[in-house]
């Protein structure tokens, strides 16, 4: 399998190197050159196995020159052995033909932990095969730095530095990014927002004597092998439904549409999606992109979903370069022109997004109306970016069965969920001491230099 940039204009590479690269070279997206597809037979087969089974099976035919089966299947079973369920994604029935998928039985508490686990496997059997070393540096608004440290801990081929805005994550947060003691997992509270610690990582990788010097890695929701390791619930939940004899459809909470995307390539691979409905906050980006075909940045509105808040979606560029046909100068031409604050989508484009995606955006009130309402008629206590996720859902319910992906547990934004229904949720009973460990924070200026400088002190190689 052959990975190509969105932008056309960066080396073609195998799946190892994609993985370790992140963003291409031409500043796009990698993207597998063609989508294999599995048979109706091979789908069917996949019903009520183990996650792990259907795991391997439905990620095998992109990994498969990088990896040996047995290799890929052991590192399958490590990522996941640390969840709190068997069935790693559960469905929960919500009402008349629309379900629930818990993505927030791992380590971390939400859906990240899926790709980030898995992420943190392949990194260290490809750099330990090599005899290599990377430095892995990220920005997160909370969710995504929680699940890298913990993923990366302790492995010895890994450095990782997580940028994070300094009083702006959930104090859960804050602390399963702080309290794991590895010397080589390091938290930075940088005194900014979280588009300022985006800006800051980006710099890093374009100061190429920095990126070459100490072997930058990224693994935010751009890389490719995060997204494959999304591709797998989709199948999972699915053939739980009746697939492949039988269509579903998704709703997702999205903010970077790194997840949705997952089942547009799941559905590119034959898994029969009716519809895939993009749940947005009101940061609503692509909301309105998919309603009036205009895609222009606004300013962030800080939300009580804050993993949704984003004004720039970046994956939404990989939906793009598909509904262009592949086409990566008018991909290239696109991205410039958002520089300048946006663009318009084709006619024809803005046609074929529209055959598999549909949309809704949810206000504030509605999303603490939707966590409390959920409550009293199902007894099941959603997150605020999953009750986003049902609102819009609840829209769009039909003959067809509706999955909605909640994307992170109730306990991770305990506030939020508390002002709804007044009752404070727990953790779970094996991270329940959480707030009795010792924290190690690096505290950092929003400055390049002053950020290389404490990385270059503090990475092990
Ligand atoms: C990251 C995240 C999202 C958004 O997912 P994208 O892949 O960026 O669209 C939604 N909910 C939660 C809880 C998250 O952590």
Known sequence: MRYVSTRGKAPVLGFEDTMLTGLARDGGLYVPETVPVL??????????????????RVMWPFVSEAFSEADFAAMVKRAYAGFGHDARAPLVQLGPNHHLLELFHGPTLAFKDF???????????????????????????????SAAIEAFRGLDAVDVFILYPHGRVSDVQRRQMTTPSEANVHAMALTGHFDDCQARVKDMFNDFAFRDRVGLAGVNSINFARVLAQVVYYFTAATALGAPHREVSFT??????????????????????????????????????????????????????????????????????????????????LMEELKSGGFSV?????????????SGRVSE?????????????????????????????????????????A??????????????????PALPPRMADLFDRDERIARVDNDLSAIEALIDERRVA
Not at 131 to 137: F, H, L, P, S, Y
Not at 380 to 396: M, N, Q, R, T
Request: proline content about 4%.
């Open 39 to 56: 048979s109706s037979a091979d789908i069917a087969a996949l019903a009520g196995l183990p996650y792990e089974e259907v795991a391997v």
């Open 407 to 424: 994307t992170a547990h109730p306990a991770k934004f305990p506030d939020a969920v508390e002002a709804a229904t007044g009752i404070r």
């Open 252 to 333: 997702v909470p999205t903010g970077n549409f790194g997840d949705i995307f997952a089942g547009h390539i799941a559905k590119r691979m034959g898994l029969p999606i009716r519809q895939l409905v993009v749940a947005t906050n009101q940061n609503d980006i692509l909301h309105r992109c998919l309603t009036t075909g205009d895609y222009r940045t606004g300013t962030v509105e800080p939300s009580i979903s804050p993993s949704m808040d984003i004004q720039v979606s970046s994956n939404f560029e990989r939906a793009l370069h598909l509904a262009y046909d592949g086409d990566g100068s008018a991909i290239a031409q």
């Open 115 to 145: 790709a980030m686990q898995l992420i943190g496997q392949m990194f260290e059997h490809t750099l330990s095969r090599r005899g290599e070393r990377v430095t892995i540096v990220g920005a997160t608004s909370g969710d995504t730095g």
């Open 346 to 358: 084709s006619q024809g484009a803005l046609q074929s997004l529209r055959e598999i995606y549909a």
């Open 365 to 405: 009130e509605e999303t603490s109306k939707t966590i409390a309402d959920t409550l009293s008629r199902t007894g099941e206590l959603l997150c605020p970016h999953s009750a986003v996720g049902v609102k819009v859902a609840e829209a769009h319910l039909g003959s067809v069965p509706m999955v909605t992906l």
